[in-house]
């Protein structure tokens, strides 16, 4: 059993990636893991223990990054509200630039960074822009998705030297498969529901990620998890 001194203690000594930033994956999940209702509807997870570390965490990082089916699903503000601190870079992974021209992190106080496919739609790239948002258009990966190393040097090179990953799934998933997540932070709800997974089912994801000296801190009525993240090869 350890504290949150312990946690940022953690991820303020480790040593920084030379050529990208230090990728924090973070969600909340209930007890069975679980993170929406099985229609994918938004979930209310956290208590306000649990929230606060969220938010702490955010504070701590100078970037915080979603996929853009949160934005469509959740509509979220990436904001730091419930602990003292500045709010990290919104960035927001957007292969096809889906981001909505309504969405509320347009009104963040940083004007939201997009990584986009090569070849953004130019009327709505125009149309973002003249929101405030910075269109980064980066190559392709093998599946046709957004090349998280190249994003994330992209990244590194503007100044991002933290970054939290919150979501969602498929994210996690994609950063977990290309071995570019270092640090794992989940808050555990009580509550069972039989909902949509935290990660979906993996095609192939070998050597299988592991936590590495795992801890949990108790969050109220929640659970944190957390730990270094490292491939079964490495910790064998």
Known sequence: MTNLTDFFDALTRSPRPPHRPLV????????????????GRPLAISGAASRQFTHRLRAFCDGILVGVGAVLADDPRLTVRETPGDPPQPIVL?????????????????????????????????????????????PLAADGRVDLPAALATLHRRGIATLMVEGGPTVHAAFLRAGLA???AVTIGPQLLGGLPALPPARHMAPAPRLQDGRVIPLGEDLLVWGRVTSAAASA
């Open 182 to 184: 270092d640090w794992l």
């Open 24 to 39: 924090i994956l973070a969600w909340a999940q209930t007890l069975d893991g679980s993170v929406a209702w099985p229609d």
């Open 94 to 138: 957007d292969t096809y630039l889906r981001f909505p021209d309504r969405a509320r992190l347009l009104a963040h106080p940083r004007s939201p960074w997009l990584l986009t496919g090569p070849a953004p739609p130019p009327d709505h790239r125009q149309r973002l822009m003249a929101q405030g948002a910075r269109v980064l258009p980066q």
